[in-house]
């Protein structure tokens, strides 16, 4: 699994990206299954990359009218919209 294998998914017209299209686009049976190809050192990039552009939609999603769902997406991506401060 490569770039030829992930790049015809984005080269698809009228469809809206997600990580578990692209898991099924690509024949994996779960996202746990193809996050754990981001472990391998010959896939880390272009899965990496994968994910980047899915998460670049969402993020372009929170300029328009309803947000919401683009946000649920990237509280799952790792974002945050509070601050955390450490005390010690």
């Not at 992930?6 to 686009?25: A, E, M, R, S, V």
């Not at 552009?53 to 946000?71: F, R």
Request: aromatic share 14%; hydrophobic share 35%.
């Amino acid at each position: 699994m490569g770039e030829n294998k992930i790049n015809p998914y984005f080269n698809q017209d009228n469809i809206k990206y997600t990580i578990t299209g692209l898991c099924l686009f690509c024949g994996f049976e779960s996202r746990q299954a193809f996050y754990a190809y981001e472990k391998k050192k010959e896939f880390d990039y272009i899965i990496k990359r994968a994910r980047l552009t899915i998460e670049n939609m969402y993020e372009q999603k929170l300029l328009g009218n309803t947000p919401t769902g683009a946000i649920f997406a990237l509280k799952n991506m790792g974002w945050s919209d509070r601050r955390e401060i450490e005390h010690s």
